[in-house]
């Protein structure tokens, strides 16, 4: 082998060398989201634990009224609920105080230990 060929094939083992390390690299600096962190799927609705949102001012006579319920028995309640207002497509809910609140799913979204946030997966046409 004469020496150009040993440099091509020099100057190729190093390009390989140098883009491995950029994809190993690269994908050591990927960050991954743990997996008790992801939304488990509830039938309709996706639940991710601890966190809560801006209610949303579309209930009432006038519908200006925060979506607010008290009294809230349990979590097959307050699907009812949600499916009872059109434009209900996510919800807060604690069973420790029986309390839910319609969320704007369009906000972001915030930790609080005290509620578990609800979002709807399908899609529902109320008539």
């Known amino acids: 082998m ?10 190729i083992i190093l390009s390989l060398i140098i883009i491995g390390l950029i994809i190993y690299s690269t994908n050591k600096k990927t ?3 743990n997996p008790n962190n992801c939304p488990k799927v509830t039938g309709t609705f996706s639940v ?11 209930c009432g006579v006038n519908k200006d009224k925060e979506c607010n319920f008290t009294n809230v028995n349990d979590l097959n309640n307050a699907i009812d609920i949600c499916n009872g207002v059109p434009g209900c ?9 029986n309390v839910m609140s319609i969320i704007d799913e ?7 230990p ?7 997966q399908i899609p529902l046409i109320i008539n």
Request: glycine residues 2%.
């Open 2 to 11: 004469d020496t150009q060929t040993i440099s091509i094939v020099f100057i």
């Open 31 to 33: 960050s991954l989201i």
């Open 48 to 58: 991710t634990p601890q966190k809560s949102g801006t209610t949303v001012r579309i």
């Open 89 to 97: 497509n996510a919800f807060v809910y604690s069973s420790s105080i």
């Open 106 to 112: 369009n906000v972001a979204t915030y930790s609080d």
């Open 114 to 120: 005290n509620y578990d946030l609800y979002s709807r």
